[in-house]
């Protein structure tokens, strides 16, 4: 069973960017469909991003659409999600999620994922 965990969270201010990563372990992210989710306070968990196992072809919230972009590099087993022009109300913990087989579809909700990792907190500033 694959583990995930989530690094590279952190403070940035307004309009800034940051990459954040999911390594995985016990498992190999290109037999995953691989979400990103975000959860903030007093908020259910929303879907961010994802990659297809099967194409690597990927999803986007509309909210991350232009902004955001997931990607995969399986020689070290992570998936990044790279964040430009962030605004306060980016400001959650991100979720890495990961969908088994023989599902390759990127799922939006978060009943459809099967493993988490525990999440990284990124706080955008005014």
């Known amino acids: 069973q694959v583990q995930l965990k989530e690094s590279g969270g952190g403070l940035v201010q307004a309009g800034g960017s940051l990459s954040i990563s999911c390594a995985a372990s016990g498992g190999t992210v290109s037999w995953y469909t691989m979400g990103w989710f975000r959860q903030a306070p007093g908020k259910e968990r929303e879907f961010v991003a994802g990659?297809?196992?099967?194409?690597?072809?990927?999803d986007y919230a509309d909210s991350a659409k232009g902004r955001f972009t997931i990607s995969r590099d399986n020689a070290v087993n992570t998936v990044y999600l790279q964040m430009a022009s962030l605004t306060p109300e980016d400001t959650a913990v991100y979720y890495c999620?990961?969908?088994?087989?023989?599902?390759?579809?990127?799922?939006?909700?978060?009943?459809?994922?099967?493993?988490w990792g525990q999440g990284t907190q990124v706080t955008v500033s005014s």
């Open positions: 990659i297809s196992r099967k194409d690597s072809s990927t």
């Open positions: 999620a990961a969908r088994g087989a023989p599902y390759s579809r990127v799922a939006l909700t978060t009943k459809e994922y099967d493993y």
